[in-house]
């Protein structure tokens, strides 16, 4: 069974970036939350000029035996399918935000029900033709599991060998947000009808029939703890190989930017299995969905944007990314005060 090796973000260098930081021309602390993430990437980093490289957001797409009834889930399970299909010839948001901020997409077919035509854009990476019903038995086998997380973990091996320093973590699943919201539930301890929300559109009643579903589900596996037997038995196989491919990441010392409420809750399991990967990690948005808040609050975490999205995909890793982008250009790029020939001030 793979174990990961990730080391702790060393904070040695705080004081020497904070320093750079407050050289620059500009009040202290005027470039607010820009400030945290150029931190945080030069600490990651270990260097006082991190630079960001072959910056790549990858699109895990699996499907759910549980949303094969179509009762926890708004669209057809046929959706996956088709959406990866549409990501493939490049017509989908995440498609659109990649091309408009240099990211390159990566789309994987970690485990949809349909048999998907050979593409050079696709990666190929099946573990079945999804998952099973947890409702009647565990998602996926203990082998399909380590499968799907060694899988994430080699293919950002990959993406590492080709320079990339910087992933944004997506997913396309029908049904997955029915997995995230038990996978929050069960790690934060919250109540399951405060962590399940509409997902792409159910209603007030919809919701109710998902939480009494997703009640049953956890009460036929008993109350669990561990995070692999978690995701083994509620997760999908595009959020076990968004747990391995973050893990690696951090391996890698990579930054680790989180979309919305699925890449959160593998981020989530990731922490629970290796509590050192939380530094690593910066959280691109507040998703509109409830579970979210309670997943960001649970990790002690503060969202780079609120645009009131949903749609998963990674759309709002990649809406981040410019963000992450031009924290780490201003460290880099800024005349210092002494540079410039600028009077410094502050506080008096
Ligand atoms: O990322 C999010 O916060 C998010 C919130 C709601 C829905 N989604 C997307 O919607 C799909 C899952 O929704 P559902 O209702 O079928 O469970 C899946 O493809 C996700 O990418 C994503
Ligand atoms: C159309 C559609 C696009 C999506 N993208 C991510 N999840 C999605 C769900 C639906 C239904």
Redesign the pocket.
Known sequence: MKEFNITVVNEGLKEALQQKIDSKTKPVGALGRLEDIALRVGLIQQRLDPELKNPLLAVFAGDHGIAAQGIVNA?PQE?TAQ?VLNMVSGGAAINVFCNSHNLSAKIIDAGVAAELPAREQLLNNKIAFGTENYLEQPAMSAAQCWEAIETGAMLVDQWAEEGTNIIGFGE?G?GNTSSAAIITSLITGASIEACTGKG?GLDETGISEKVRILTKAIRAHGDQEDPVTILQTFGGFEIAMMVGGMLQAAEHRMVILVDGFIATAAFMLACEWYPDIREYGIFAHQSEVRGHQIQLEYLKAKPLLQLDMR???GTGAAMAYPVVQSAVNFLNDMASFEDAGVSEGGPS
Do not use: A, D, H, R
Request: glycine share 12%; charged share 10%.
């Open positions: 669209y959706v959406m396309m029908i792409t749609l998963g995909e």
